[in-house]
């Protein structure tokens, strides 16, 4: 008898794929909540609910670095992509906190602190100082940005006001003022607490 053709046609479909598992690794002892690549130096790294950051050779899964500082689950990562420098993780967490590992700093990392509920994003980048600024228009909001190391709380807020912006505020566009240093780099996050605040580090 003959096949019918939705049959025939997921037959085709699976016998074109050509996948294989290069490998498996069992390093997290809970739930592995998130994953970033770093293709240039070919690692995996990933966070977990065991509160783990690990650092993974791309070609043989084998583990290269366990970072531990956090106090609950991993539930976000993010990679400096920049292959001049040391490897540099930020990794946020349901203990409400932005950490920190590099090849070149203490296992226990740096924190950045002021989120008021788990973290739920993030996304870093190397400063380009050479960079133009870009032009404010006139329906460009003037706002300061200001990270843990210069605020008690790390909020957003307009130039010449006290009043931090809300969340349900809506800014056209964010400009720079000036460039600085080209070895400065910035960490934005964002968590369940409705807030999105920009680090400097």
């Not at 791309?58 to 001049?84: F, I, K, W």
């Not at 070149?104 to 870093?124: D, S």
């Not at 605020?151 to 130039?159: I, N, S, W, Y």
């Not at 807030?195 to 580090?201: D, I």
Request: charged share 15%; proline share 3%.
């Amino acid at each position: 008898s003959s096949s019918s053709p939705s049959s025939s046609s997921s037959s085709s479909s699976s016998s074109s794929l050509s996948l294989s598992l290069i490998w498996k690794a069992a390093a997290h002892s809970g739930t592995v909540n998130a994953l970033v690549v770093d293709w240039t130096r070919r690692l995996v790294i990933s966070g977990g609910g065991d509160y783990a950051v690990l650092v993974h050779q791309l070609d043989s899964g084998r583990v290269q670095a366990r970072y531990t500082a956090h106090t609950d689950e991993v539930t976000c990562l993010a990679v400096l992509r920049d292959p001049t420098r040391p490897l540099t993780i930020c990794s946020g967490g349901r203990d409400n906190t932005v950490r920190l590992f590099s090849s070149c700093m203490p296992t226990a990392g740096r924190v950045l602190r002021g989120h008021t509920e788990m973290i739920t994003a993030l996304t870093c980048s190397l400063l380009d100082a050479t960079a133009q600024p870009p032009q404010c228009s006139e329906r460009c909001a003037d706002v300061e940005v200001t990270g843990a190391h210069s605020t008690d709380d790390g909020v957003a807020r307009l130039a010449g006001s006290s009043e931090a912006s809300s969340s349900s505020a809506s800014l056209s566009a964010v400009c720079s003022s000036s460039a600085t240093e080209s070895d400065r780099w910035t960490i934005v996050s964002g968590s369940s607490d409705s807030s999105v605040r920009v680090w400097q580090v």
